[in-house]
Antibody, heavy 123, light 107 residues
């Protein structure tokens, strides 16, 4: 069974930084064949897509509110995904999910989700 | 980017059919996916490419799309189907979009 395990969440002051990591295990697929996302869920609210990276890692996309502050990356040799978050704001407080997509370049359905890691931005 | 609009809540009696709509101005040009999120659990993909069902998803879940509206239909709704449901699309350029979510109540 494919599992995605996130880590790196925590409490940080506004303006601070965090780096989230996601490790894929139990792989029955070639990790580098699939795009990966970070999706967040804010307390009491819905899902918000944060960022996407294609299978090869050469194309990245971001929601407008995090552009210039967050950087998504992946290491296919380690079956790992990362999200570097800088200049954090209170509104970035959320549960962050690592998610595998069915597609390689563009989204085609997010078919595997991690359990999430919590980021709290508070002074 | 295009917004996706869902009703905040839908109620259905057990055994009946639940329909959840997702509308958007440019939706006819997009493939829609649907996700189920039960309280305290991670979301699960239940429909992709408008009407395709991943392996392991019960046949009572189906999807369709026409014009600017996509629809998730749950036939013979069960109490365990009670959850939040989200539609999602790729705008064809650079953004993934989620609808605001619909809380399905089965009572």
């Amino acid at each position: 069974e494919v599992q995605l395990v996130e880590s790196g969440g925590g409490v940080v002051q506004p303006g601070g930084s965090l780096r989230l990591s996601c490790a894929a295990s139990g792989l029955t697929f070639n990790y580098n064949f699939y795009a990966m996302h970070w999706v967040r869920q804010t307390p009491g609210k819905g899902l918000e897509w944060v960022s996407l990276i294609n299978g090869g890692g050469g194309r990245t996309y971001y929601v407008d509110s995090v552009k210039g502050r967050f950087t998504i990356s992946r290491d296919n040799s380690k079956n790992s995904l990362y999200l570097q978050m800088n200049s954090l704001r209170k509104e970035d407080t959320a549960l962050y999910y690592c998610v595998k997509d069915r597609g390689y370049d563009t989204p085609d359905g997010m078919d595997v989700w991690g359990q999430g890691t919590t980021v709290t931005v508070s002074s | 980017s295009s917004d996706l609009t869902q009703p905040p809540s839908v109620s259905v009696s057990p055994g009946q059919t639940a329909t959840i709509a997702c509308s958007g101005e440019e939706l006819e040009y997009m493939f829609i996916s649907w996700y189920q999120r039960r309280p305290g659990q991670s979301p699960v993909l239940v429909i992709y490419q408008n009407d395709r069902r991943p392996s392991g998803i019960p046949e009572r879940f189906s999807g369709s799309s026409s014009g600017n509206t996509a629809t998730l239909t749950i036939s013979g709704t069960q109490v365990l189907d009670e959850a939040d449901y989200y539609c999602q699309a790729w705008d064809g350029d650079s953004h993934v979009i989620f609808g605001g979510g619909t809380e399905l109540t089965v009572l």
